[in-house]
C-alpha cells in the first residue's frame, strides 16, 4: 500500500485498516485521520505518536491498560486481536510449557498489581525466554521510569505494525 | 451493581464492562479507572466526560469516527457493538423498508462527506422517522456547532449505557 492509496482513504476504511496499529485504541488512528495527507510511513507514524504523547498520563496509562498480558488469558482464549496474536506467536508464546506459562502469569499480576497497567512489550522481536527475563527486570523499577519505558514499547509495536501495513523493510526501533 | 463493585474493579474487569460505553473508545474507560474511586453514576460519567472534553479537537473527532452509520453497512453485515445493535433495534431502524434505508444512507453519506464524522444520534431516544428528520435539519449546520451537537449525543449515548449497567432509572439527558 503506498500513501497515495493512505491519502485517499474516507476515515471509515482508515480507522479499519489503521485501527489496531496502537492496540484497542481506533480512536487513535480516527484522530490521526484529521491529518492527512501523510507524505510517508515517518510522517504517519509521528501523527500517532504526537497523539499519545499530548494524552493526559491517565490517558497514557489508558493506552496501556487496551493491551492485552503477554501468554496471558486472552492468548488462551483466543480472543486477542489479530496483531497481537500473529506477534504472541512469533515470540513463542503460544508454546510455552505449563511452569513457563505459570512463572510467567505470577509476574504479570506483580507487574499488574504494583504499576495498575499491563506489561507491554514489542514481542515480535523477544524471544520466549526474554519475556520473563525483561519482565523480571522491569517490575523493580520506579513508576515513572516505568511508565516511559511502556510507552516506548508502545511507540515500536505502532512502528511495526505501520510498516507490516505499508509493507515497508523492518524498521529500526524509534 | 453497586458503586462498591465497580470501585473493586481492577483494569480489566473495569475495562471489561464499562469499555463501550463510549462506543469503540475502551481507551476511555482505561483511562477514567484511574479516577477510581467513585462515589455514584453521577460521578463515574463526569470523568467519562471531563476525558472527552480535554481532548483536542481532532481527538473529540476520532471519538465520533468509531461510531457506526444508523441504519448503515454495519448494521447489515451484522459487525455492530452488542450496544448499537441493541439501540438501533429499539429506534426500530432493523425494520425500515428499503427505501427509508436508501433515503437514511443517501444522508449518511452526504453528512460524512460534510463534517469528516458519522451522524451521532442517541437513537434510542428517536423514532424511526425522527432520524431522516434530525439528521436532514443537522446537515445544514455550521460545522463547529454540529460538532458541539455530536459529542451532546455521545453523552447521552454514554449516560444511557452507564445507567442500564448500573441498573439506574433512565436518566434525563445531560
Redesign the interface.
Known amino acids: 500500500m503506498d500513501m497515495e492509496k493512505v491519502n485517499s482513504m474516507?476515515?471509515?476504511e482508515f480507522?479499519e485498516v489503521f485501527g489496531n496499529v496502537v492496540e484497542?485504541?481506533?480512536?487513535?488512528?480516527?484522530?490521526?485521520?484529521?491529518?492527512r495527507p501523510f507524505s510517508d510511513l515517518d510522517d504517519l507514524e509521528k501523527h500517532f505518536f504526537a497523539?499519545i504523547d499530548?494524552?493526559?498520563?491517565?490517558?497514557q496509562?489508558?493506552?496501556?491498560?487496551?493491551h492485552p498480558d503477554l501468554a496471558g488469558r486472552e492468548l488462551q482464549l483466543g480472543t486477542l486481536t489479530a496483531e497481537s496474536r500473529r506477534e504472541q506467536t512469533a515470540a513463542g508464546l503460544t508454546s510455552l510449557e505449563a511452569d513457563e506459562r505459570r512463572r510467567l502469569a505470577e509476574l504479570n499480576a506483580r507487574y499488574?498489581a504494583r504499576f495498575?497497567?499491563p506489561f507491554v512489550l514489542a514481542a515480535r522481536r523477544s524471544g520466549r525466554a526474554a519475556v520473563p527475563a525483561e519482565l523480571a527486570r522491569r517490575l523493580h523499577r520506579p513508576r515513572a521510569e516505568e511508565l516511559r519505558a511502556a510507552l516506548r514499547e508502545v511507540r515500536t509495536i505502532c512502528r511495526l505494525r505501520l510498516a507490516d501495513l505499508l509493507g515497508a523493510a523492518d524498521p529500526a526501533a524509534p
Chains 1, 2 share one sequence.
Open positions: 474516507d476515515f471509515g480507522v484497542r485504541c481506533p480512536l487513535i488512528a480516527a484522530a490521526v485521520w484529521s491529518q497523539f499530548a494524552l493526559p498520563q491517565e490517558g496509562e489508558g493506552v496501556l491498560r487496551c499488574r495498575g497497567f
